[in-house]
């Protein structure tokens, strides 16, 4: 039992004055002579008996009356918390990421959740609920009702620190108050490590839900396979978590027409391939059925007509390894002899080849720095007989590190970079017992600070990147190295091109930051635009002389295909496609959580929160005792003699 007031019950002291009247009574008796006594002996005798017992049960009927009396001011009452207020605080995190499709036992797992919140939690109570993508401050659940039941689902999950980070936020500043925070959530297992902390400030209950059945087929992933001077093999990578299942049916669509279907047996990963004929705009949309987690069952792509990409070799020495490289197919390959370079070719360019010039002159190294600057991208070949003053003070420009003299001595070529974009997809593993290249010169750099891509066994860079410029340290020549007949030359020169523009890809992953280069010109005043069929943004861009970078991250939403516009010209399309992170059914193990409380239900959470929360207040029965003794005493001096 606890009590609101307790300092009142020194007010219990007040039990020492009916004690001390009725030990001490202070009446004086006053002798009277009587003749025969024998008779008053046994009256005073019976007498005293009486009085003696009524004088003690009345002192315990006055006692009683001054406890209650007392004790009903104090307010005791019982509670499962050491607080008497009643007020509390709830914070809900409602999970409405895409692995909250799975089935439940009524529905998806969200819209069970949805139902129990609205079910269980009175009408007019205050909470504060959150999803992923949504937040509803102070409010009601009959004011969000509708909200709630609309509620869709968001491609990305908050992290679980984040969540008690936000929860806590949402929280009041009142330490008199009572703050429970629910989790609410199917609690995926994700790549990285998840934790959830306890906290002294906060009651922590999470409500693990679970799907009926843990089985899902996702449509993983689909890439050109093989390209032929008439088609385009495409492949899509299915994955299954579940048993084995047979004939499932995928279909292939271009735009909104059905153009090929084909049927799979899948156990862990199965794939199929679609054939799409070459220099077509297709709008590609693969679908499957499969009743657990329907956003993974539709990829969106699409095969636009492809830009060329321009590159300039300026060339001083043979240029045919480039030229091999280089195929028209996929690059507008320009070469020129350094005497006859033609200066208005630079601006159109998305790479620029120095290929082993003797001596850079003043006005190639002022025109490739205002290229550099303008989004173009430069590789530099130095040649045998390289002009150092002049190369340095090209590299000074383009802020790379400068040459030191050249050194004669042969050094093999060992060190690769594997993780460097150039080189991310060309290996399937690291590889150990590799054909290493070899030089018989090399310049040194100095104050290098930019990692190398390929380097030397002493750790010295090859080929380095700064920004937009890459440099090797040596002639490529057939007198200095044998790096052209090296299977390395292709993969490296031809990455560098392929990034000199990016060209957009098959789709994108909504919610990532994508980097994308449209090819146009746009004059002063234009601006480009991202269009679905419901909105139309502006997204984050950078215009240069021949291509304009477009990034995007919060935009789109949802999946599907987004045109590309310049005011009312369709320039592209771009897929995007949901990110396929929330295909995992695996689960954090709550049991194993500290410090929080683990419940089956939203019903069985709200009602640990009512139940702390609950006071049982006393005084009123207290108030009762007083007036019982109290009419106890009445009734003892009235007929007790």
């Known amino acids: 039992m606890q009590f609101k007031h307790p300092e009142l019950l020194y007010g219990l002291l007040l039990l020492l004055i009916p004690i001390i009247v009725h030990l001490f009574q202070l009446r004086r008796f006053q002798k009277e002579a009587f003749t025969n006594v024998k008779f008053l002996k046994e009256v005073t005798l019976q007498t005293r008996k009486s009085s003696q017992l009524k004088k003690w049960l009345t002192l315990i009927t006055r006692l009683g009356i001054i406890a209650c009396a007392v004790i009903a001011f104090a307010q005791p009452y019982f509670s499962n918390s050491d607080s008497f207020s009643t007020k509390s605080e709830t914070v809900i995190y409602l999970d409405n990421s895409f692995s909250m499709q799975a089935k439940g036992g009524n529905g998806t797992l969200l819209n069970e959740a949805i139902q129990d919140i609205i079910s269980y939690i009175p009408e007019d109570d205050k909470i504060t609920l959150f999803t992923n993508n949504a937040n509803f401050y102070n409010t009601t659940t009959k004011a969000i009702q509708n909200d709630l039941i609309q509620l869709k689902h968001s491609p990305k999950q908050l992290p679980y620190e984040s969540v008690i980070l936000k929860g806590k936020q949402a929280f009041s500043n009142d330490g008199s108050t009572l703050k429970n925070l629910v989790l609410i959530s199917d609690f995926q297992q994700k790549e990285t490590a998840s934790k959830i902390e306890s906290d002294s400030t906060i009651n922590i209950s999470v409500v693990p839900l679970q799907p009926s059945v843990r089985t899902n087929i996702t449509i993983d992933s689909v890439y050109i396979s093989k390209t032929t001077v008439e088609n385009f093999e495409v492949t899509v990578l299915l994955k299954n978590q579940g048993p084995r299942i047979d004939n499932v049916s995928v279909s292939l669509y271009n735009d909104e027409n059905l153009v090929a279907k084909s049927?799979?047996?899948?156990?862990?990963?199965?794939?199929?391939?679609?054939?799409?004929?070459?220099?077509?705009?297709?709008?590609?949309?693969?679908?499957?059925?499969?009743?657990?987690?329907?956003?993974?069952?539709?990829?969106?792509?699409?095969?636009?007509?492809?830009?060329?990409?321009?590159?300039?070799?300026?060339?001083?020495?043979?240029?045919?390894?480039?030229?091999?490289?280089?195929?028209?197919?996929?690059?507008?390959?320009?070469?020129?002899?350094?005497?006859?370079?033609?200066?208005?070719?630079?601006?159109?360019?998305?790479?620029?080849?120095?290929?082993?010039?003797?001596?850079?002159?003043?006005?190639?190294?002022?025109?490739?720095?205002?290229?550099?600057?303008?989004?173009?991208?430069?590789?530099?070949?130095?040649?045998?007989?390289?002009?150092?003053?002049?190369?340095?003070?090209?590299?000074?420009?383009?802020?790379?590190?400068?040459?030191?003299?050249?050194n004669v001595q042969e050094k093999r070529i060992t060190s690769i970079n594997f993780s460097h974009p150039l080189l991310a997809n060309v290996f399937d593993k690291k590889v150990d017992n590799f054909q290493y290249p070899k030089v018989n010169s090399y310049y040194p750099q100095n104050g290098v600070t930019s990692p190398s891509i390929l380097g030397y066994e002493d750790g010295t860079p090859f080929l380095s990147q700064t920004q937009n410029t890459f440099a090797f340290t040596a002639s490529l020549s057939d007198d200095n190295s044998n790096f052209k007949n090296s299977p390395l030359i292709v993969p490296v020169l031809y990455n560098i091109g392929k990034n000199s523009l990016k060209l957009p890809k098959l789709y994108y992953a909504i919610g990532l930051e994508n980097k994308i280069d449209i090819d146009t010109r746009l004059s002063q005043d234009d601006i480009l635009t991202l269009s679905s069929q419901e909105t139309s943004v502006i997204p984050l861009q950078r215009n240069y002389t021949n291509k304009v970078e477009l990034t995007t991250n919060e935009f789109p939403t949802d999946n599907g295909w987004i045109t590309v516009k310049n005011k009312e010209t369709d320039l592209k399309t771009l897929s995007f496609n949901y990110d396929r992170t929330e295909s995992q059914l695996t689960y954090l193990d709550v049991a194993a959580l500290s410090g929080v409380t683990v419940n089956n239900s939203?019903?069985?959470?709200?009602?640990?929160?009512?139940?702390?929360?609950?006071?049982?207040?006393?005084?009123?029965?207290?108030?009762?005792?007083?007036?019982?003794?109290?009419?106890?005493e009445m009734l003892l001096l009235k007929f007790l003699r």
């Open 263 to 406: 049927s799979v047996s899948i156990e862990d990963k199965a794939s199929t391939l679609f054939t799409i004929p070459n220099n077509t705009i297709f709008k590609g949309r693969i679908d499957i059925e499969d009743p657990s987690l329907t956003y993974d069952n539709t990829i969106y792509f699409n095969i636009d007509k492809s830009d060329l990409i321009n590159v300039l070799a300026i060339n001083d020495e043979s240029d045919d390894f480039l030229k091999r490289i280089f195929t028209s197919d996929e690059f507008n390959y320009t070469a020129t002899d350094f005497n006859a370079l033609n200066y208005n070719l630079i601006s159109d360019q998305n790479l620029i080849i120095v290929n082993e010039l003797k001596t850079i002159p003043v006005a190639l190294s002022t025109a490739l720095k205002a290229f550099s600057d303008n989004g173009g991208y430069v590789l530099i070949i130095p040649s045998n007989e390289s002009n150092l003053d002049s190369y340095n003070q090209l590299f000074i420009n383009l802020g790379i590190s400068n040459f030191d003299s050249q």
């Open 602 to 632: 939203v019903a069985s959470a709200i009602n640990d929160i009512k139940s702390a929360t609950n006071v049982n207040e006393l005084w009123k029965w207290f108030v009762i005792f007083a007036l019982a003794f109290l009419v106890i």
